[in-house]
């Protein structure tokens, strides 16, 4: 951390790293100021508003914004296009607001969206859209009957813990900084207050809440384990990649209002990145992978607007966290026998002339691919209420699919279907010709 401050010229960098299994680490270098502005981050908190409302059953994602709001152009964009910057609205509301930093009020941001343009086609391709996110923050706001920013502090920032997150510079606001490429001068940027589009960029904060927030982003059990601020299941919606920033190089996709960092061995960092007149900042959670202890954010904020160096910091500071300081491995303990139905069922199977693998694995059933080497995990099954021999996939291959089980009068299994795919003891043919030969 000090080897960037010092040679990206940053004159205050405040960095936190947490994880369920270690002291919340921090670092402060350079001019004091423990509150900095954190940019686009402040979108991640509008996206688990609009997720609120959806889970009140107060809109569907799928519904045009215009039904929440009386707008007078591009009102079939949906919640779901905007959330991940697929409604190919213009990146920035009309007029030039980053020349004049003059920011509309509600009223005329509404008014203007009669002249601002479609780019793209919905769902045609990523692009960015601050005006996007502003009409998202304000449709939340209206469905729930309040302001914006009272609702994200009451809603999301109390109920978390994170008593730093503010919409104005708090008294320990650091000041930000363009510094000049050819001097040792650092210039201070212009305070900024965007009132209508406060929702795609306006708060502030601390490094440590930021590497909390990002925690509970991709790992919402370790730090909201009553799920007062979102269901579990939802934060994994918000997770999933519903586009690639970029055509060509899929190093990073966006979910639902989330930016998602693919890593090595199956893991993966959720979070936002920021930027703002003389600030940057950068937060990132890690889900999944191997050796995670759970809970695990981190976060980077920088009084500079132009040190971009930064943007890789919080993805370093987990990996490198994670290999030099390696959790505990908790020892394998026996477990309780699979249910006496479910005997026949455990062993090798083949389907599509394929070999499978099922298991009794901590309580619950499931299937593995005996020829894959990826890591991935296994499909997790669980019994359907009320019918006999009869699974749900909850998790991994076929999730959501039916898994049916045929014995014979024996009790025995000795067929299945999965996702309707026939599963014999033997591989077979489509037609049902047997080889007669099992696994290895």
């Known amino acids: 951390m000090r080897q960037v401050q010092a040679h990206a010229r940053i004159p205050a960098l405040s ?3 947490r994880r369920t299994d270690r002291p919340m680490w921090t670092l402060q270098v350079g001019e004091p100021g423990e509150s900095f502005r954190i940019g686009s981050i402040t979108k991640t908190f509008t996206a688990v508003l609009v997720m609120q ?3 009140a059953g107060l809109i569907d994602l799928d519904d045009p914004i215009i039904k929440y709001l009386d707008v007078p152009a591009h009102g079939t964009m949906t919640f779901r296009r905007l959330l991940s910057h697929t409604g190919g609205l213009q990146r920035e509301p009309v007029g030039d607001v980053w020349d004049t930093l003059a920011t509309p009020d509600v009223p005329d941001l509404v008014k203007d969206l009669a002249h601002a343009e479609a780019v793209h086609p919905p769902s045609r391709r990523f692009h960015y859209s601050n005006l996007g996110y502003a009409l998202l923050g304000h449709a939340a706001a209206k469905v729930l009957g309040g302001q914006w920013w009272p609702l994200v502090r009451d809603r999301i920032c109390r109920p978390l813990g994170l008593d730093s997150v503010s ?3 708090p008294p320990n606001a650091a000041t930000g900084y363009l510094v000049d490429t050819y001097s040792d001068h650092a210039h201070p940027e212009p305070a900024t207050d965007f009132r209508a589009v406060a929702p795609a960029a306006q708060l502030w904060s601390t490094a440590a809440d930021m590497a909390t927030w990002a925690a509970f982003l991709a790992d919402p059990l370790a730090i909201d384990p009553d799920q007062r601020v979102l269901a579990h299941s939802t934060v994994a919606e918000m997770r999933w990649p519903l586009t690639p920033r970029d055509e060509a190089l899929w190093s990073m996709g966006v979910g639902l209002g989330l930016m998602l960092w693919p890593q090595a061995e199956r893991a993966l960092h959720v979070g936002h ?3 703002m007149p003389g ?7 890690r889900h999944g992978g191997k050796g995670n202890p759970g809970g695990v954010g981190a976060a980077v904020l920088a009084s500079s607007g132009t040190a971009s160096e930064i943007f890789d910091l919080s993805h370093r500071l987990i990996n490198e966290s994670l290999s030099d300081d390696p959790m505990e491995i908790p020892p394998w303990v026996p477990g309780e026998p699979a249910p006496a139905e479910l005997r026949t069922v455990l062993g090798r199977w083949w389907g599509e002339g394929f070999e499978y693998v099922f298991r009794w694995s901590n309580g619950r059933l499931t299937a593995s691919d005996a020829g894959d080497t990826s890591g991935a995990p296994p499909a997790v ?3 359907v209420e009320g019918e006999t021999d009869v699974f749900r996939t909850v998790s991994g ?3 959501g699919e039916l898994l049916r089980v045929t014995r014979a009068d024996s009790g025995e299994v000795i067929r299945m279907h999965w996702a309707t795919y026939r ?3 033997y591989q077979e043919t489509f037609d049902g010709v047997n080889f007669g030969h099992g696994g290895g």
């Open 279 to 285: 600030f940057l900042a950068a937060a990132a959670g």
């Open 397 to 399: 291959r076929e999730s």
């Open 53 to 55: 409302c959806r889970d």
């Open 423 to 425: 599963f014999t003891r």
């Open 15 to 17: 960095v936190a790293l």
């Open 273 to 275: 990145n920021g930027a």
């Open 381 to 383: 099954f669980e019994p």
């Open 167 to 169: 919409y104005a510079p």
